[in-house]
């Protein structure tokens, strides 16, 4: 069983080849209808169809005015393209530690890490499930510091009734096949903010402004658009979101009701008032339990699994440009190493789910 299959077939095809015969490739009309697909599912005002969440969480960066020598706050547990787009501004991610129950930032150890240098915080919403945004919001505004939420796994999760995506400065998304929907490869920027959403198209192509002939330039931009051929696959995977969303935090509550009942094995928790989007299940090993063992006999049992995702300050990048930060941070490096990703995707069936918690039950003993 593999960790994960995209739900792509003829509606995915027949999208596409509309795109192809139409002759329009690059970003267009599709591109356009897909940023209000999103922007409809996050009750944002704007949103900007990029080549990957990593550029758009970069084009955010950017827009925002984040520098070299610039630090940005995020917690240390992520997929390392969380710190990559701070560090390719030449700015440093400044991380944080997580709470081990949730995987998401701790708002509590946010303050201590802020110094002159802070430019932003980046919390992410690991797995699908948003952090703690109203803390988080809180401690920004004290410090009049802007706040990006790396929404890539959370697409469909709310917080207290709001969407990922609207609660804060900017979201980010992303649609590689592993998320809740995908482009291929493929990200969306939401935002409520007038002026940041001005910056964001302006330096996402080229830094051109369209005048009635041609272009003129007035930022050094990028190009970081998603294309049209993209955006379709995206529109059509779109009409099964709420499908979508509802198997995988169907499955998920199924799957929890059989590792619950797992020796040293700890079902992901979701706090009151949060719903999950369940991009990944995520379960806990008790420290006696060698996780990466687990993962090779899930192997010979034919079920793929993973890690859940990078203690980031343990990867070599990060300790050779930041220093060793392990003793700092004991929940990020305890999931990086504990954490373990099982498979869910809405093609799964209960007998599928019984296979897992089989292999799982003979892999931890
Ligand atoms: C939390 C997080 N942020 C950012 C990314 C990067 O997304 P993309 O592959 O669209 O660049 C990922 C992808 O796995 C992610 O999980």
């Known amino acids: 069983m593999r960790l994960n299959v995209p739900l792509t077939g003829a509606d995915e095809l027949d999208a596409v080849r509309t795109v192809l015969e139409s002759g329009y490739l690059t970003q267009g009309p599709r591109a356009a209808e897909f940023e209000k697909g999103i922007t409809a599912v996050t009750t944002s005002a ?7 969440a990593t550029t758009g969480l970069h084009l955010t960066l950017v827009a ?16 390392p ?35 002159p240098r802070t430019r932003a915080i980046m919390p992410v919403h690991a797995f699908g499930l948003t952090a703690d945004m109203d803390a988080v919001n809180e401690v920004a505004r004290r410090h009049g510091l802007p706040v990006i939420e790396d929404a890539a796994c959370a697409l469909g999760a709310t917080y207290h009734g709001r969407a990922a995506g609207s609660l804060a400065t900017a979201g980010v998304f992303s649609f590689h096949p592993r998320k809740i929907i995908t482009t291929g490869e493929g990200g969306m920027i939401t935002t409520d903010d007038t002026a940041l959403a001005e910056r964001l198209q302006v330096l996402r ?41 509802e198997r995988r935090r169907s499955l998920a509550a199924s799957l929890s009701e059989r590792v619950s009942a797992i020796d040293g094995v700890h ?7 949060l719903e999950h989007s369940f991009q990944s299940y995520v379960v806990t090993l008790d420290p006696s339990i060698d996780r990466d063992g687990v993962i090779r006999r899930m192997r010979e049992h034919d079920v793929e699994t993973t890690l859940g995702t990078y203690g980031m300050h343990l990867q070599p990048v990060f300790v050779e440009r930041f220093g060793s930060q392990e003793a ?18 809405p093609q799964l069936t209960d007998g599928d789910l019984d296979t897992v918690a089989e292999a799982l039950t003979a892999s931890v003993s």
């Open 205 to 245: 192509t080229h830094g051109a402004v369209r005048g009635d002939l041609f272009m003129e330039f007035v930022d050094v931009g990028f190009n970081y658009r998603m294309s049209d051929v993209h955006a379709a696959i995206g529109l059509a995977q779109l009409t099964k979101l709420d499908w979508i969303l």
């Open 64 to 79: 925002l005015g984040v520098e070299a020598g610039d630090e940005v706050i995020m917690p240390a547990f992520s997929f």
């Open 46 to 52: 704007h949103g900007y169809a990029v080549s990957s």
């Open 328 to 345: 700092a941070l004991p929940a990020a490096t305890a999931a990086h190493r504990q954490a373990l990703t099982l498979p869910l995707y």
């Open 267 to 273: 079902a992901p928790v979701t706090p009151q008032g």
């Open 81 to 115: 393209a969380t710190a990559n787009a701070v560090a390719q501004q030449g700015a440093v991610p400044v991380f944080v530690d997580i709470r081990p129950d949730t995987f998401n930032i701790d708002p509590a150890l946010i303050e201590a890490a802020i110094t």
